[in-house]
T-cell receptor, first 112, second 114 residues
Framework: GAGVSQTPSNKVTEKGKYVELRCDPI?????LYWYRQSLGQGPEFLIY????????DSGLPNDRFFAVRPEGSVSTLKIQRTERGDSAVYLC??????????FGQGTRLTVV | AQSVTQLDSQVPVFEEAPVELRCNYS??????LFWYVQYPNQGLQLLLK??????LVKGINGFEAEFNKSQTSFHLRKPSVHISDTAEYFC????????????FGSGTRLLVRP
């Protein structure tokens, strides 16, 4: 597709369960970012990939959060033992590396 | 560390009136500056960015912003707004040479009334 695609668009899970959120970036974009947006706030940085490697994971809140990008394209954000405080919209963005990041529409995660 | 302050959580304005959305940032190093817009039920869209050069930056949909280093500001302006400009606007900063990792403000909701 032409834009950044995120699936699923909505995810409801029970506290303690494991979830995976997928991001399909724009073709050819080497940089990929994950952000989290809570209600009424701006997005918060989680992790940045350049190619296959996580170049900066300083925004991951704790070790329950992990992300991969094995082939340098699609990325998966994984959350273990989900907590109600993890409920938010998770945003993915990709870029050619020129400062113009393109965002997906996000995955709304609700932990009940 | 960088931070971004958007003092106005909501700005109501009448259609065809001018508008200014304020953004101030804090950083001990040189930064890049961005404005993003988020329309209802849509993803974030880049309006404009300042990387270097002229401090007056023009973006899409008639918006512009001016980088003022001495006042550490990057206010967004439009001379005449439309109903369709109703949206949430986010200012963001990125440390130069930091891979363009963005630090966002809390957003300003622009509400354009007929």
């Amino acid at each position: 597709g032409a834009g950044v695609s995120q699936t699923p668009s909505n995810k409801v899970t029970e506290k303690g369960k494991y979830v995976e959120l997928r991001c399909d970036p724009i073709s050819g974009h080497t940089a990929l970012y994950w952000y989290r947006q809570s209600l009424g706030q701006g997005p918060e940085f989680l992790i940045y990939f350049q190619g296959t490697g996580a170049a900066d994971d300083s925004g991951l809140p704790n070790d329950r959060f992990f992300a991969v990008r094995p082939e340098g394209s699609v990325s998966t954000l994984k959350i273990q033992r989900t907590e109600r405080g993890d409920s938010a919209v998770y945003l993915c963005a990709s870029s050619r590396g020129d400062g113009g990041a393109f965002f997906g529409q996000g995955t709304r995660l609700t932990v009940v | 560390a960088q931070s971004v302050t958007q003092l106005d959580s909501q700005v109501p304005v009448f259609e065809e009136a001018p508008v200014e959305l304020r953004c101030n940032y804090s950083s001990s190093v040189s930064v890049y500056l961005f404005w993003y817009v988020q329309y209802p039920n849509q993803g974030l869209q880049l309006l404009l960015k300042y990387l270097s050069g002229s401090t007056l930056v023009k973006g899409i949909n008639g918006f512009e912003a001016e980088f003022n280093k001495s006042q550490t500001s990057f206010h967004l302006r439009k001379p005449s707004v439309h109903i369709s400009d109703t949206a949430e606007y986010f200012c963001a900063v990125s440390e130069v040479d930091s891979s363009y990792k963005l630090i966002f403000g809390s957003g300003t909701r622009l509400l354009v009334r007929p």
